[in-house]
């Protein structure tokens, strides 16, 4: 079984019952021109992931193991969209410059096209924040112990999800190169929030240590 060099300790896991998990890495958040940066945030403190997320899907699924992608968004009508949600985000749904803003179908809602997924490769579409609030996630990880965590933003959708994903049972291996956030002080303490009283909620490694592991 590979062990990979983390916080709080070395992470050892069976290959045969892990998953990666790719949240939220859509233009409306990454793309420059686009909603994340029209409400004063800099994107290139996400784009920063997807240099490295793109190797490790490469090898990821040169591997064969299983990925699993997340999209946050709504309908079209936002009956999916829980109301003290959209009273904090009333742009929700109204004209962006990638399309209508976190709407299922828009452009801008769509992954990026570095990190587009393959044919056949889960694409979880999720309301919350939690890619396992009402989404079947938890269904399509029948067979999965461990989670291979990426994606943005670390302490909103990354977080949100890495807890949900305890209280279920999984275990979490979050590459801290592979996840983003607009403010480089949530990065950090969203990171060692996880690691934090011996593994809170999982561990944090880089995707250079996990690389190693299944290139072998
Ligand atoms: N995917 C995700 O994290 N959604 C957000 O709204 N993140 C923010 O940091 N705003």
Not at 174 to 186: I, K, R
């Amino acid at each position: 079984m590979p062990t990979v060099a983390a916080d709080p300790g070395p992470f050892t896991f069976d290959l045969d019952s892990t998953a990666l998990i790719v949240i939220d890495m859509q233009r409306d958040f990454l793309l420059p021109g686009g909603f994340g940066e029209s409400l004063g945030n800099d994107v290139a403190q996400l784009r920063r992931t997807i240099a490295p997320l793109a190797a490790l899907l490469a090898a990821w699924r040169a591997a064969g193991l299983p990925v699993i992608h997340t999209r946050e968004g709504h309908l079209p009508d936002l009956s999916d969209c829980p109301p003290a949600k959209l009273k904090r985000g009333s742009m929700i749904g109204q004209p962006g410059t990638f399309g209508k803003i976190l709407i299922r179908g828009e452009y801008g809602h769509d992954i990026v096209d570095e990190l587009q997924p393959l044919p056949g490769e889960p694409v979880v579409d999720k309301p919350g924040k939690g890619a396992f609030y009402a989404t079947n996630l938890d269904e399509l990880l029948r067979e999965t112990k461990t989670l291979i965590v990426t994606g943005v933003t670390t302490e909103v959708c990354v977080h949100t999800t890495v807890r949900e994903a305890n209280d279920r049972g999984y275990e979490c291996l979050v590459l801290s190169d592979c996840v983003g956030s607009y403010f480089p002080e949530f990065q950090s303490v969203g990171l060692r929030m996880i690691a934090a009283q011996g593994g809170i909620f999982g561990w944090v490694s880089e995707s250079s240590a996990l690389l190693k592991e299944i290139t072998r």
